[in-house]
Every structure is written in C-alpha cells, then in structure tokens.
C-alpha cells in the first residue's frame, strides 16, 4: 500500500516535471492537486522513465537501463519510445531477433518512426549474418573432417595410382564433400551478448509472430525525398567514383551520424563498404537505405549484389526482382539467371536468359548460354522421368519425357531412348488409368450420395456454384503451406493451392507457382483452420499436404506484407496426409 505523502512532496515533484516538459498552467494544476497514486500511471511518467534508461544506455549501464524500461513498460505497454529503446538496447548487448521484435512493434505502433524501421534493416542483416556464419563453420569442419580423412588414409599394397579413386586424386576432396566458395568479410567489432530476458508478452499488443510493419506515411515518405543533395554528397559521389575510397570513408561516417535519416548518405556508405570489401556492412546500410525510402531503386541493385556475393541467394533474387521490375535491363537479367543457376532452378534461369536475349538479341554469349541451359533442363528432366518410371509413375514420366523432347539441346542418346519410352509410358499409363477406374467411379459415386464435391479453386468466387449448395462443402486438396500463424483461438495455414490442368487452363496459367508475393493477390490462396494445438506434426512451411476440409464460404481479412488487408476464403480442416 502506498504512503502518504506530503503536499511539499508532490508540489516539489511536479515543479520538477513542468521545468521538464514545459508543462501549460492548466496541465500544472492538475499535477498539483490530483492524487500521487495517479501519477505512477501517466504517460509523463513513462517519458521520465525512458530518458533516465536513454541515460543509462549512453553510458552503458545496460542492466540498469533494462529495468527501468521494463517498469515503463508495464506502466505503457502500447508506449512505441518503450519498444523502441529495448531494441536498441537489445542490439548492443547482442539479441538481434528479440531486438527486431522491438523495432517491428514500434513501427506498428508509430509507422512514422523511421529510426525503428532502420533498427529492422540492421537487425535482419545481423540475424542473416549469424546464420551464414553457422553454415561456413559447418563447412569448414567438413572441410577439416575431410583432409583429416586424407591425411589418415593409406593406400592398399596392390593399389597402384591408376585404380585410385579419382575423386581422391591430386589430393582433392570427394564432390559430396566440397563446399562452396564462401566470401570472407572484414572483422566487425561486436559487443559481447548479455542474457537480458525478453519482455512478458501483453494482451494490448499484437501477436509479434504475425506483425506486418505497414508502410511508411506518404508525408513522411515525400519530407524524405524532398531533401535536396548537399556539395558534400556530391563530392563524395565524386571521390566513390574516382577510387578514392579512404577519402569518403574519412567523412561519411560522421555525415550519417549526424543525418541518419538520409537515405543517400546509407546509400554512399553502403557502396564505400561494397568497394572496400566489407560486404555485410555495405548490407547493413543498404537495407537501412530501403528502410527509409523503399523507391531507391539504386540500393535494390546494389544489395542484391552483395547477397549473392556472401551466398545468400534467396535475398539476392529478393532484390533483384525489386529493381528488375523497375528497370529491366540485359545486364540484370544475366545477373539473375546466373544466381538462379547456383540456386540450381535452370527452368527459371532459361527464362531469364530468354528475357536477356530478347533484350539484346545480337550478343553471342547470352544466346550460348540460352542454348546450354536449355539442354541441361533437358537432360535433366530426362533423367527425373526415367527416375518416375522405375517407380511406376507412368504419368509424371510421360510428361516429363514430352517437356524434354519439347526442348532443344536434349542429348541424342537420350532423345533416341526417351521416344521409346514415352510410348511406353503412354501404354502403362493407360492400363493404370482402366485399373483404378472402377475406384474412383466409386468415389465419385459415394461423393454424389453425400452431397460433397471437389471444386475447383475458381468456384470458390462464384455466387451461383455456392448457391447450388444447401450445406458446407468437403474437399480434398493438396496445396503448399506458405505461413502458419493463430488468432481467435484456432490455428490457421495460409496455403497456395496446386492447380489440376483444367484450373491451370481457366485461370490462364502455364504452371504452378510456389512464391507467396507480399500483395498477397496473384496466387491461388485460401486458408485451412483447425482449433489451437490440433495441428498435424508434419504440418510445417515450406512443406506441401494433402488435406480434406468442408467450407460453408467463409472469409477472413488478412493482413499481407504490405500491411494492407486481403480477404481470403477458409476450410475446416479434417483430415491431411503429408
């Protein structure tokens, strides 16, 4: 229970705050004559709490100031200065995903904070850090275990140099074991981690797991780009583009220090860094760069660069689409392709090959390499569909063996070989088709007596099929988890669903496609509910299932990358099988 306390006290106490906060007299009044009690649950208080953490963050008082934020934030749990403060206090002491959870609520909470949206650039790009770091320590103790293996090894009595396996020859690992090339980076210092607990989640915020930072707003987006370029910029676009690296690097620093918000100068630290060789901290700008202005198409390219250079490709192809979609060009098309190439999805490379080659139909070296990527993407689905026949999918193999032959470079053994089987294929295929007719003319039969159908995904927008219907409707479906997140008490997976040929062929579409796009508006999706804690252990993203569910057209408003709302339509779940 609390004290009283004296009117002196209290006087002297909200003096203090009006000298502060240059409170009105009005505002004065009140602090002098309400209740202490109702001072400890003002949002001045929580002001004064985080200035004094800001103090004791500046002089590195770091479990000082974790306390003191963690009492404001109970005091204001929707406080976006409160969140804020703990991601940069959790990005000193090392936590890079608590402290990215921090950002992404002040951002939500205040989307005109674009220090927030900064702190989500530089955490990301530490989190992507950490991660490929782990991977080039398992490659290098793959490395290690392998030349240890050589080193151990002694050949056999009668084993001559010629019978030697040949992956061992000239001292060189087997292929299985080889890494890939990773770029070595320069040293950056870090503070060492600390064990700071996260915040206990609150019942006014939203789930973090599903926060979609919203856009920036537009009057805060046009101050930003109406920021006209100082001499001192362009002289160190000059300087960047003479080579004098260590001259722009001397001031740039300092001019970020004192202009963070200034996306040019992000820009012109990130490239000196991409010069330099400091690749993750040219990221760590550039990310903060389309934090601040998501239209500076120039820094897409540039990060897009640099991911693919530190082997995260993913990020690289991100980027690239980004600034492709704007400007397309040859060059950039080249540039995709080849990462598609190391991603080893040459279905995606020849296509950008094609785009370049459309773009500058007279060079020699773009329309060999179209050629060659072509025939490898044909003898490689040669060999998946000799691999789907031993397995007696005599449908997947006949329609790879005919996407093979459909394409040119396709190896003239292989071409020989795959005109036979595909007549194979076609006569297998046919005998499985007259087998498993009298089951499925079953199924179908049972499906009429219960009143359920398995509609196809554009019926699910069409008023007239749903009025046909008395009752919900049970389907069976194989579709591609894209996200999995909870509300109102249920689980929910938002699915991309695998289209037959005839909904390929309403829909106009030449193939699936897996990639869940941040409008959240060009694929064929729909949602699968299921009450909390019910799902199926092999339910994860990323994977694909095969479910029964029953709809009566319900829809949800979902909030896509963009922040925007989408309303998708949703089945019960019942049954599914990986």
Request: hydrophobic share 40%.
């Amino acid at each position: 229970m609390l004290k009283h306390h004296s009117y002196s006290a209290i006087t002297s106490v909200s003096r203090s705050i009006i000298a502060k906060f240059g409170l009105t007299a009005l505002a004065a009044a009140w602090l002098l004559f309400t209740p202490f009690t109702v001072l400890a649950e003002d949002p001045i208080n929580t002001n004064v709490l985080v200035e004094t953490a800001v103090n004791h963050i500046y002089q590195k008082r770091y479990k000082q100031a974790y306390e003191i934020l963690r009492q404001a934030y109970e005091n204001s749990p929707r406080h976006p200065g409160v969140h804020f403060n703990l991601g940069r206090l959790f990005e000193l002491t090392g936590n890079f995903s608590e402290a990215l959870k921090e950002y992404q609520l002040a951002a939500v909470l205040d989307p005109s904070m674009i220090a927030a949206r900064r702190g989500i650039g530089r955490c990301s790009v530490e989190i992507k850090r950490e991660k490929s770091e782990e991977q080039g320590n398992i490659t290098a103790q793959v490395m290690a275990q392998a030349a240890s293996e050589r080193q151990t090894r002694r050949p056999e009595p009668d084993q001559g140099p010629a019978n030697r396996p040949q992956n061992f020859r000239n001292n060189q690992p087997p292929a299985k074991l080889r890494a890939p090339v990773v770029v070595q980076t320069a040293a950056i210092e870090r503070q060492p981690i600390q064990m700071l607990p996260a915040m206990s989640r609150s019942t006014e915020l939203p789930a973090v797991e599903d926060l979609r930072v919203p856009p920036l707003p537009p009057q805060v987006t046009q101050r930003v780009r109406q920021q006209s370029k100082s001499n001192a910029e362009s002289r160190i676009e000059s300087e960047l583009e003479n080579g004098n690296l260590s001259q722009a690097l001397s001031v740039l620093p300092q001019m970020v220090e004192a202009d963070p918000d200034n996306p040019r100068l992000h820009y012109l630290l990130g490239k000196a860094f991409s010069m330099k060789g400091d690749l993750f901290g040219a990221i760590k700008h550039l990310e903060e760069t389309i934090k601040v202005d998501e239209h500076f198409h120039a820094a897409y390219y540039l990060l897009a660069q640099n991911y693919a250079k530190v082997n995260l490709l993913d990020d690289a192809i991100k980027n690239y689409n980004a600034y492709f979609a704007v400007k397309p060009q040859a060059g950039v098309a080249v540039e995709i392709a080849r990462v598609y190439e190391r991603m080893g999805r040459s279905d995606l490379a020849r296509e950008f090959y094609n785009k370049a080659n459309a773009m500058n139909p007279g060079n020699a070296a773009i329309q060999t390499r179209v050629v060659a990527i072509e025939g490898e993407q044909a003898n490689d689905l040669y060999l998946r569909a000799n691999h789907a026949f031993t397995l007696n999918d005599f449908s997947g193999a006949l329609s790879m063996y005919q996407q093979a032959l459909s394409l040119s470079g396709l190896d003239d053994t292989y071409k020989r070989d795959a005109l036979r089987k595909v007549e194979m294929a076609k006569l297998r295929a046919a005998e499985v088709d007259r087998q498993e007719a009298p089951a499925r003319q079953g199924f179908d039969a049972t499906r009429r007596i219960y009143g359920n159908v398995n509609l196809a995904y554009p019926d699910l927008a069409n008023i007239s099929f749903k009025t046909s219907f008395t009752g919900p409707v049970t389907v069976e479906w194989r579709g591609y988890i894209a996200r999995i997140f909870q509300r109102y008490g249920r689980d929910f997976l938002l699915m991309i669903k695998e289209l037959d040929q005839s909904e390929l062929d309403r829909m106009k579409r030449d193939r699936n496609e897996y990639r869940l796009n941040p409008n959240f508006n060009n694929q064929p999706l729909f949602l699968v509910s299921i009450s909390k804690g019910n799902l199926p252990p092999f339910a994860k993203e990323g994977t694909m299932i095969t479910f029964t569910g029953s709809t009566d057209w319900n829809f949800y408003d979902v909030i896509n990358d963009l922040g925007q709302t989408v309303k998708l339509p949703s089945f019960d779940l019942l049954s599914a099988t990986p």
